[in-house]
């Protein structure tokens, strides 16, 4: 994705905070919300949140969300990275921070890792790499295990199906005949990468909560307090 062209749209943003609302509750709310606050959690270094790609597909989407949603928030002291595989010359600061800064790497840092795609070897061994110094990886993908294995916490998007009243959380139903996906191909290939763009609004939006940064059982005491005062969580 060219970096001019990767801006937070507002429509983008007014749907997944509408999803988020829909999917308060569910499995994929949580678990969506909860990688957000682990990724907040685990990232105690100043400028310690790092997000690496394919070469071919680097997350400038997710990071300009991360950005955008952390600046709105008042959260500056983790305010994402892009970490490029060949930055071009001349390049701005914010987009010519290349491999060099994995070897940087450690404590206190966290790499988020986005692969849509089954990740190259190249790649995993940049990220096995990383949490070999230490280093708390996450990461966004498709299943792939490799990837998995090599993250403390991973999110798998479930399929996000655009239907008559915004979005909403689907499982694939096989046609019992053939074993085919009852959606077509075409659609449900661009479906998948609709609800994978999706999910990472959500991670983007539950990273900016007021309450992130907190231990999860300090989250659950002031939730508690709150619903005894009769004030709203």
Known sequence: MDPDLCQVGAVDLTRASLLREM??????????????????????????????????????????????????????DIRPSLIRWSPPPGAPPHLSIGLDRLTDAGRGESLLVVAEEDPADTLLERVSDVRRRGTTIFSIGNGDKELASLSH????????????????????E???????????????????????????????????????????????????????SGEPA
């Open 174 to 228: 096989l046609d019992h005949d053939d074993q085919q996906p009852a959606v077509p191909v075409t659609d449900l290939d661009e479906r998948t990468a609709e609800g994978f763009e999706m999910a990472q609004h959500l991670v983007s939006l539950a990273t900016a909560d007021e309450d992130a940064g907190q231990p999860s059982w300090r989250r659950r005491l002031r939730a508690a307090i709150e619903r005894l």
């Open 153 to 172: 916490e991973s999110l798998v998007p479930e399929l996000l199906v655009p239907d008559g009243f915004g979005w909403t959380s689907r499982q694939l």
């Open 23 to 76: 999917l308060t509750g569910t499995e994929l709310g949580t678990r969506t919300t909860h990688f957000a606050h682990s990724l907040r959690r685990f990232t105690t270094r100043t400028g310690g949140l790092m997000l690496f790609g394919p070469a071919e597909d680097e997350p400038w989407h997710l990071t300009a969300h991360l950005d955008d949603e952390l600046h709105r928030a008042g959260i500056e």
